[in-house]
Nanobody
Framework: QVQLVESGGGLVQPGGSLRLSCAAS????????MGWYRQAPGKERELVAT???????NYVDSVKGRFTISTDNAKNTVYLQMNSLKPEDTALYYC?????????????WGQGTQVTVSS
């Protein structure tokens, strides 16, 4: 089994910054990709950013130039640095890991961390 522990959410004013972290642990043989998704009230969950094990990144257009995804492969941890935050960034942010476990390659989800951007 794989566990994901997220941290770093909170309340921030527009223009502020937050850094999300997600640490994966458990029976992990290989991580293929890690990423962040978000879901705002009344909306579908959307991809925010992903990063592969070789460092290729992908961002949704609305966060390009403001958010940066990175990893510490030795710690199986993914980060999301969020700068110049806007009220429309308010959402529950979920960590996702695409990993090979003892049984199969699967996608795992964290419990979510709330980000609220408001003055």
């Amino acid at each position: 089994q794989v566990q994901l522990v997220e941290s770093g959410g909170g309340l921030v004013q527009p223009g502020g910054s937050l850094r999300l972290s997600c640490a994966a642990s458990g029976s992990i043989f290989r991580i293929y990709a890690m990423g962040w998704y978000r879901q705002a009230p009344g909306k579908e969950r959307e991809l925010v950013a992903t990063i592969t094990r070789i460092g290729s990144t992908n961002y949704v257009d609305s966060v390009k130039g403001r958010f940066t995804i990175s990893t510490d492969n030795a710690k199986n941890t993914v980060y999301l640095q969020m700068n110049s935050l806007k009220p429309e960034d308010t959402a529950l942010y979920y960590c996702n890991v695409d990993a090979l476990t003892g049984l199969a390659r699967r996608s795992f989800w964290g419990q979510g961390t709330q980000v609220t951007v408001s003055s």
